[in-house]
């Protein structure tokens, strides 16, 4: 087959390209990089340098293609309050580029990357994706990427367009994950880390009681095939992609530092291992996945164990 992969030279979008070509597909990618980079490109893919939000500039290139997998996006959630017409622009904008295009030249389907941002700060757990989602408890990144589901729908089969099927992650993790390297809002695994290896101190954003259900970057790739072929899906459904279990950001802190689990708070801030960092705006207390859907549409479920993704996230680094 010949697919696009949006965010191609991106973390999700690398691996996800990575899987597909050694499925034995063709690959496009199309990335501005802006925070892609080159040397997460495939050899054996076809690279465009180029922006979703420039209409003109990326239609031709869905000619012929039989699906689409759509990782490009501004992510984070505190950037987003600082700009938050870019966001909606690359997010939203961006995203009925891509579907536009896919229905001029008749492709079959588009797996959509979306976000448990989506679910906003909740109390109830693990989230399902018949829960309610209000505006008020979202932030600019989650709102537009809610959007960007809305439009799946829309633009979709709704309208004539193409199948479409939304992809729900939790807290994607692994190589190529951004770093302290790449900005104050990169990923706390990345983060710890990268800090690790250089032998400081790990930041931890209070209370560090917060829970995130973390999933692996290999799993996703696969879940994002599983989405392109499963006949079960095409609708615009929504989908999420966790784990179905949730670590606090000690745990994460003791699992990078190699510290017995019964270690307390105490002990890692007085040994040095971590310290406290002020707090972050949008920061929910909690992310836990239902993942019945996943398995019952896609036949999906995780496989890397936590310990050994956070081990194997130490070994990628230099």
């Given at each position: 087959?010949?697919?696009?992969?949006?965010?191609g030279?991106?973390?999700?979008?690398?691996?996800?390209?990575?899987?597909l070509?050694?499925?034995?597909?063709?690959?496009?990618?199309?990335?501005?990089?802006?925070?892609?980079?080159?040397?997460?490109?495939?050899?054996?893919a076809?690279?465009?340098?180029?922006?979703?939000?420039?209409?003109?500039?990326?239609?031709?290139?869905f000619?012929?293609?039989?699906?689409?997998?759509?990782?490009?996006?501004?992510?984070?959630?505190?950037?987003?309050?600082?700009d938050p017409?870019?966001?909606?622009?690359?997010n939203?904008?961006?995203?009925?580029?891509?579907?536009?295009?896919?229905?001029?030249?008749?492709?079959?389907?588009?797996?959509?990357?979306a976000?448990?941002?989506?679910?906003?700060?909740?109390?109830?757990?693990?989230?399902?994706e018949?829960?309610?989602?209000?505006?008020?408890?979202?932030?600019?990144?989650?709102?537009?990427?809610?959007?960007?589901?809305?439009?799946?729908?829309?633009?979709?089969?709704?309208?004539?367009?193409?199948?479409?099927?939304?992809?729900?992650?939790?807290?994607?993790?692994?190589?190529r994950?951004?770093?302290?390297?790449?900005?104050?809002?990169?990923?706390?695994?990345?983060i710890?880390?990268?800090?690790?290896?250089?032998?400081?101190?790990?930041p931890?954003?209070?209370?560090?009681?917060?829970?995130?259900?973390?999933?692996?970057?290999g799993?996703?790739?696969?879940a994002?095939?599983?989405?392109?072929?499963?006949?079960?899906?095409?609708?615009?459904?929504?989908?999420?992609?966790?784990?179905?279990?949730?670590?606090?950001?000690?745990?994460?802190?003791?699992?990078?530092?190699?510290?017995?689990?019964?270690?307390?708070?105490?002990?890692?801030?007085?040994?040095?291992?971590?310290?406290?960092?002020?707090?972050?705006?949008?920061?929910?207390?909690?992310?836990?996945?239902?993942?019945?859907?996943?398995?019952?549409l896609?036949?999906?479920?995780?496989?890397?164990?936590?310990?050994?993704?956070?081990?194997?996230?130490?070994?990628?680094?230099?």
């Open positions: 087959m010949k697919y696009i992969v949006t965010g030279a991106g973390f999700v979008g690398s691996h996800v390209s990575d899987y070509i050694n499925q034995g597909h063709e690959v496009i990618v199309i990335d501005n990089l802006v925070t892609g980079k080159k040397e997460y490109l495939n050899s054996k076809k690279f465009h340098q180029l922006d979703i939000t420039d209409y003109n500039a990326i239609e031709s290139l000619r012929g293609v039989d699906g689409v997998f759509h990782l490009a996006a501004l992510a984070r959630i505190q950037p987003s309050f600082e017409d870019l966001y909606f622009r690359v939203a904008i961006g995203t009925r580029n891509i579907l536009a295009a896919a229905k001029k030249y008749g492709v079959k389907r588009v797996v959509y990357s976000s448990s941002s989506a679910y906003g700060q909740r109390e109830d757990m693990p989230l399902h018949d829960d309610k989602v209000t505006a008020q408890s979202l932030h600019p990144y989650g709102s537009t990427k809610r959007m960007g589901e809305m439009l799946m729908r829309d633009l979709g089969k709704y309208t004539n367009g193409p199948e479409t099927v939304c992809l729900r992650y939790f807290n994607v993790y692994g190589p994950q951004s770093t302290t390297l790449d900005g104050p809002y990169a990923t706390v695994i990345g710890f880390c990268d800090l690790f290896k250089r032998g400081k101190s790990l931890v954003v209070p209370d560090g009681h917060q829970r995130r259900d973390f999933t692996w970057a799993d996703v790739a696969a994002n095939y599983a989405a392109m072929t499963s006949p079960k899906v095409g609708n615009g459904e929504i989908i999420n992609i966790g784990t179905k279990q949730s670590y606090s950001i000690w745990d994460v802190a003791k699992l990078v530092w190699g510290a017995p689990q019964t270690a307390t708070v105490e002990d890692m801030l007085k040994s040095g291992k971590c310290v406290m960092a002020p707090a972050r705006r949008g920061e929910v207390k909690e992310t836990l996945a239902n993942i019945s859907r996943a398995k019952e896609l036949d999906w479920e995780p496989k890397m164990e936590f310990k050994e993704g956070i081990q194997r996230c130490l070994d990628s680094m230099k």
